[in-house]
């Protein structure tokens, strides 16, 4: 987008708590992940993030490891996920944040054995929700993309950013 920044990994205990849904979820892992980043800083933007994905009403996040990649991906075959991807801007100037949820659905193809195996040795998406990367060979798993912004399937939906960034009076395009 432009600009300059640091990406920090806060360490945040990302469980779902009971009876929270995956738009709660992700709202509140990236506003926790904000705070964290914006502890301390007095003259920041800090940028919040977090996605899960939702088939049949199971939340899915990141699988970690290679066998629970395998079973999601089993698991999307020739369905519809929903992902949800929670964003906070916090200005560390006046402590003000703004949150949103951005949804994006994926209707996945019927995929076979070899092709999820071939998928996981050539993206290694073991720290993304569901196992998906639509930016790279995730794409050719799908039959189709719904939603308004496709940045938010890669994590930052950038269109609500926009809008987050310009309402702090952040000159996004207007930099001298």
Known sequence: MGFNYTVVSPNVDETVLPGESAQQLVKRLAYAKAAVVAHGLTNSLVIGSDQVGCVAGE?????????????QLETLSAQECSFYTGLCLWDTRTQDTQQVVEPFKVKFR?????????????????????????E?????????????DPNTLIGL??????????AVGYPVFDKA
């Not at 990141?62 to 395998?70: D, F, H, I, S, Y």
């Not at 054995?113 to 720290?127: D, G, R, S, T």
């Not at 939906?157 to 310009?166: D, G, R, S």
């Open 59 to 71: 939340i899915m996040g990141k699988p970690l490891t290679p066998v629970r990649a395998r079973q």
């Open 110 to 134: 019927a995929l076979s054995a070899v092709e999820i195996e071939h998928y996981l040795q050539l993206e290694k998406p073991y720290n993304c929700a569901c196992s998906f990367k639509s």
């Open 136 to 148: 790279g060979a995730g794409a050719m798993l799908c039959e189709a993309f719904i939603g308004t």
């Open 157 to 166: 939906p950038v269109m609500a950013l926009f809008k987050m960034l310009t």
